[in-house]
């Protein structure tokens, strides 16, 4: 097994830049990849908004994880009918790996999901908008810590997940480990950015942060 990701975070309803990152992904990676998104999808806009978004994304793979942001119509969450999958609590398994995720700036922790996974013998791939505390993917400016202290306790307490996925702090891309979980911000798109991976078959991770700016 190896599972490619395309791997997306506050794109604030950029949407010549979202297509720019995508058609020079389609060129460059490898089928058949997934697509993470932590979060900031739209700029304080409406479900319809997000739906277009995601829909434009969907045009490029069939398997898209994501969480809520901050910026995003959280209230309407009920309201999103789309191929993608929202993985607010709401666990999803592909290739032996189950996506889950808590968005928001404020995430909400389910423990009794958490709990669930805990027993099983799947890897966990954690998604959240906010990074967790004391990383390197949440020194905002004047490298202060800004993430989430919760988020953290969850990593350090639930060693089947091994990729935690985040967004929010757009000064801090970075690929990182917080001992064995591999933590990733991939920064905003509104800067070009994105980060491609791949998952071997021992869950190790291989990747690297890009700029749609920076690219030939």
Do not use: W
């Amino acid at each position: 097994m190896v599972l490619r990701a395309l791997i997306l975070s506050d794109i604030h309803n950029q949407k010549i830049t979202l297509e720019n990152i995508l058609a020079k992904t389609k060129e460059t990676i490898k089928k058949p990849f997934i697509v993470l998104i932590a979060g900031d999808i739209t700029n304080f806009g409406s479900i319809e908004n997000m739906l277009s978004l995601l829909e434009l994304v969907s045009n490029y793979s069939s398997h898209i994880y994501f969480v809520f942001g901050n910026c995003d119509p959280i209230y309407d969450m009920d309201k999103l009918q789309t191929s993608s999958f929202h993985v607010e609590s709401n666990p999803q398994c592909l290739e032996g790996v189950t996506f889950v995720g808590f968005g928001s700036a404020h995430p909400k922790i389910n423990k009794k999901v958490l709990k669930k996974l805990k027993r099983n013998t799947e890897k966990v791939c954690l998604l959240t908008h906010v990074p967790p505390y004391g990383t390197s993917a949440d020194l905002a400016s004047l490298n202060k810590h800004v993430g989430s202290r919760e988020i953290k306790k969850v990593l350090e307490t639930n060693p089947n997940i091994f990729l935690a996925v985040s967004g929010h702090i757009h000064e801090s891309p970075t690929i990182s480990f917080l001992g064995d979980c591999c933590i990733i911000n991939p920064g905003p798109v509104t800067r070009g950015n994105f980060a491609i991976i791949e998952i071997d078959k021992n869950y190790a991770i291989q990747g690297k942060i890009h700029n749609i700016h920076e690219m030939k």
